[in-house]
């Protein structure tokens, strides 16, 4: 039984496209997490979110307390955001998702 | 500008060898991380630390690793001895304020091989 559970797990887009990729969880938590994952491996943290909504340049990262579920939007898409998109989330533990590859073709 | 570094960048090692990771969060951070990333598993939490004090080593084998802070600049993961399952990218990250919540700001990693 995985705590976190992303989808996607793997997604095509063309340059331009918007993006959704949507993050359940089943435990209670304080924060929930969005990484990114550059191919050469590097992890930048992009949100940290315990209620509503933020955004961050083109990324828009929201949050369902009550529903237990999170999406992270990528508007107008370029291949620059090609990556693997970890959620996570924090509370007595913490625990990941496996990630969702998303690839933006020019 | 401010970044987390890890020591070394790669390891391989033959098994039974002791391997020492380290790590240094941003200056001012007092919250680090130790994690690790295989492709079987993803991403796992192996522990964290507070003011040098672990808080939670509890996703971290015992009988093998052992993680500690010697001062407040340096940060050490430590495998003795060393399995081919161990073979993960190790990944220190560290938190602005010591809050567990806010932006963790990751290492580039230590990507260890076990032979």
Sequence with gaps: KNEVEQSPQNLTAQEGEFITINCSYSVGISALHWLQQHPGGGIVSLFMLSSGKKKHGRLIATINIQEKHSSLHITASHPRDSAVYICAVTGNQFYFGTGTSLTVIP | ?115
């Design chain 2, 1 to 115: 500008d401010a970044r987390v570094t890890q020591t070394p960048r790669h390891k391989v090692t033959e098994m039974g060898q002791e391997v020492t990771m380290r790590c240094q969060p941003i200056l001012g951070h007092n919250t680090v991380f130790w994690y690790r990333q295989t492709m079987m598993q993803g991403l796992e939490l192996l522990a964290y630390f507070r003011n040098r004090a672990p808080l939670d080593d509890s996703g971290m084998p015992k009988d093998r690793f052992s993680a500690e802070m010697p001062d407040a600049t340096l940060a050490t993961l430590k495998i003795q001895p060393s399995e081919p399952r161990d073979s993960a990218v190790y990944f220190c990250a560290s938190v602005l304020r010591g809050s567990a919540y806010n932006e963790q700001f990751f290492g580039p990693g230590t990507r260890l091989t076990v032979l």
